[in-house]
């Protein structure tokens, strides 16, 4: 599972760059919604990134599902299950390292999240919630351990979206290709039809690349998730993507 509010944006950057500590702003509008989602970062001056990042909060979303509470839920049994079934298996120091890291940036992240819906009659409604992601974490003999803040707790149980896992084991350690599977995945943000490079770039938050660089890597994304037999098709044209199903 993989929190609503954050498919169809980049939630976090993709590369550990100092320009994108200050903070992350993405948008979307989609039946109504616009959605921003800016970061700040701790006194560490850092954000979490990467498909680390990205597959901790997929894990974190889904562990709360499952066990029905804030904490503290179990996200793996130890460092070894967890890096055995979630990333390339690669469990050296340096990934135990680049977890430990995550899962701080998780704790000492501020992050604000606005919605502005608008109604039928051009009504605004605006929601915002400010807070952290994580209040606490351990890893230890009884494995990785973490205590959801409330607000993150109800906005991750609160209708998450689901993701294929063959899909999700296609795409790991690619964090756009991830941004990617679960845009397709919420409907609602990703209806069938034709979406243009333009409103692709805002959604996730490529400004930092130029169109085509972004193109390249959404067309590589895509020849992963079809491969997979994803069951939603989603093919390059030009101008866009066009999504079925």
């Not at 049994?77 to 990934?95: C, H, P």
């Not at 701080?104 to 501020?110: G, V, W």
Request: glycine share 6%.
């Amino acid at each position: 599972y993989y929190p609503r509010s954050m498919a169809g944006l980049s939630p976090f950057p993709h590369r550990n760059h100092d320009y994108l500590l200050e903070r992350r702003k993405n948008g979307y509008l989609a039946n109504g919604k616009d959605t921003t989602w800016l970061l700040r970062p701790g006194k560490e001056r850092r954000l979490p990134f990467g498909s680390m990042a990205r597959t901790l909060l997929m894990e974190i979303t889904t562990s709360a599902c499952r066990q029905q509470k804030r904490g503290p839920i179990t996200v793996a049994n130890s460092m070894r299950d967890y890096f055995r079934k979630d990333t390339t298996g690669d469990i050296n120091g340096r990934s135990h390292k680049l977890l430990k890291e995550t899962l701080d940036s998780f704790k000492s992240t501020e992050v604000y999240l606005r919605t502005v819906s608008v109604n039928r009659d051009f009504e605004e409604s605006i929601t915002e919630i400010k807070g952290y992601l994580l209040e606490d974490y351990s890893i230890d003999e009884n494995g990785i351990q973490v205590t959801l803040s409330k607000w993150f707790y109800a906005e991750v149980v609160s209708n998450p979206v689901s993701v294929p896992l063959n899909s999700w084991m296609a795409v790991k350690g690619k964090s756009r290709a991830i941004d990617l599977l679960v845009w397709l995945c919420d409907k609602s943000k990703a209806p069938p039809g034709k979406h243009s490079w333009k409103d692709l770039r805002c959604m996730f938050q490529a400004q930092d690349i130029n169109a085509e660089s972004l193109k390249r890597q959404l067309t590589k994304a895509l020849d992963h998730l079809n491969l997979s037999c994803y069951k939603r098709r989603a093919t390059v044209e030009y101008g866009g993507i066009r999504v079925e199903g």
